[in-house]
């Protein structure tokens, strides 16, 4: 079993910026891979970024060159800058880690954060 605390949300202006952050009870040697979704009111889960055990990064077309995933091995930390924000950056930011057990993918999620960008 994995626990992962979120931490960060928050309100922002347009165009600021944010970090979240997203710490495991595992250390990330046992986890497979990590990354960052969001929920908007009414609206599905969507991916924003991820990030495998390798180190490998996938970013969503929407966030691509605003936002940054990276993580802290030492500390079983995961990072999510966000910059130049916008309000449609609203939503409920999740955590999520994925373990491999047994040939089994096993996915755990966070508490969520919010993030509300507004004026």
């Known amino acids: 079993q994995v626990q992962l605390v979120e931490s960060g949300g928050g309100l922002v202006l347009p165009g600021g910026s944010l970090s979240l952050s997203c710490t495991t009870s595992?250390?990330?040697?046992?986890?497979?891979?990590m990354g960052w979704y969001r929920q908007a009111p009414g609206k599905d889960r969507e991916l924003v970024a991820t990030?495998?055990?390798?180190?490998?990064?996938n970013y969503a077309p929407f966030v691509k060159g605003r936002v940054t995933i990276s993580r802290d091995n030492a500390k079983n930390t995961l990072y999510l800058q966000m910059n130049s924000l916008k309000p449609e950056d609203t939503a409920v930011y999740y955590c999520?880690?994925?373990?491999?057990?047994?040939?089994?993918?096993?996915?755990?999620w966070g508490q969520g954060t919010q993030v509300t960008v507004s004026s």
């Open positions: 999520l880690a994925q373990q491999s057990r047994l040939g089994v993918m096993y996915d755990y």
């Open positions: 595992t250390r990330f040697s046992w986890i497979n891979a």
């Open positions: 990030m495998t055990d390798s180190g490998r990064t």
